[in-house]
């Protein structure tokens, strides 16, 4: 396994992506933290570049690549967040990129993604393995694979998010953020061991696709059937041996929730906060909000991942809620 990445990558990745990220703003309501009986601190990467915290993770890698592999170009696989962060880091800085997409993807994350001018390879997500096509365009063509979550630039560069909000907010008592493939926590883990040591960190995954809680239960990574959730940026079957590692070196809990109180928790960021947030972003702070996590009397940061949802497909799900 290639080595792990640690907290100086993060901080070194923070320094390389610089230029090209936004520095996202940190949102807080007296409201919430009156029905919490916490402060929350919510990092708002849906408003980073192609709406969600991906970017970081691309930027960092697509700058990580040497002249020749530049000009050969990269192939990626992803539902969305991660194929347009591909796709836009790739076209900034000239790189021809592949993308491979499950054909249920979300129109406004596909139509995105072409829009940065990648090739869009689609797949059935339910009956085809993505990493299986992915490896083959990268052997065929010579492209980078650069995967969603198992790479040490992409991790590194997740985890400035949460460098952002410690910077922001000071050493906070815990960290909450959702989990898919478990390249965003492990991130957040790294840049909480060298900001807040003492900060618990937890991740949130969805009840129908619980494979990180149940690979850190059972000591070994454990691969699901892909889940039906809503929660479409958290639909992986397996978390990938470095950030099972990452999450068990550095004490990762892993809680759940379901779809009921994702689209609970889009409506009310949406009527308190003023704030679309995607069904995968809502994960940690329903977790929070819900009461699925103790946060009376902490400092408390929430990573709201992400904002891409089709409009339809939002107003449905809140007025539903």
């Known amino acids: 396994m290639t080595a792990l990445p640690d907290f100086n990558d993060v901080l070194a990745a923070a320094r390389r992506i610089a230029p090209m990220v936004h520095h996202t703003p940190v949102l ?43 000009r050969r170009g990269v192939v990626a696989f992803s539902s969305g967040n991660h194929a347009q962060a591909i796709a836009l880091a790739a076209a900034r800085a000239d790189v021809p990129a592949v993308i491979v997409m499950p054909a249920d993807s979300p129109a406004i994350k596909r139509a995105a993604t072409q829009a940065y001018g990648a090739e869009i390879v689609l797949y059935d997500r339910f009956t ?17 694979l650069i995967p969603p979550f198992e790479h040490p630039d992409i991790i590194a560069g997740q985890g400035t998010a949460a460098l952002e909000l410690f910077h922001a907010c000071g050493p906070l008592d815990m960290l909450v953020a959702p989990v898919g493939g478990g390249g965003l926590i492990s991130g957040c883990a790294l840049a909480a061991s060298g900001r807040a040591p003492a900060c618990a960190v937890v991740g949130i995954e969805p009840a129908a696709g619980d494979d990180a809680r149940r690979s850190l239960a059972a000591g070994h990574i454990v691969e699901i059937d892909t889940p039906e959730t809503i929660a479409d940026g958290a639909q992986t079957r397996a978390i990938g041996p470095m950030t099972f590692a990452l999450m068990r ?17 889009m409506k009310l960021l949406a009527e308190r906060m003023k704030i679309v947030v995607e069904p995968t972003g809502c994960l940690a702070a329903a977790a929070v909000l819900e009461g699925a996590l103790d946060v009376r009397g902490k400092r408390v940061g929430i990573i709201l991942s992400g904002g891409n949802v089709d409009m339809a497909r939002f107003a449905a799900l809140v007025s539903a809620a």
């Open 249 to 265: 070196a550095h004490g990762v809990r892993i809680e759940t929730q379901d779809d009921a109180s994702l689209a609970r928790t």
């Open 128 to 144: 085809e393995n993505r990493e299986v096509i992915g490896q083959a365009l990268s052997t065929e063509r010579g492209l980078a």
């Open 28 to 70: 807080t309501s007296r409201l919430l933290n009156a029905q919490t009986g916490a402060e929350l601190f919510f990092k708002a990467e849906t408003f980073q570049r192609v709406g969600a915290f991906k970017f970081r993770g691309a930027a960092n890698a697509i700058a990580r690549l040497d002249d020749a592999q530049k």
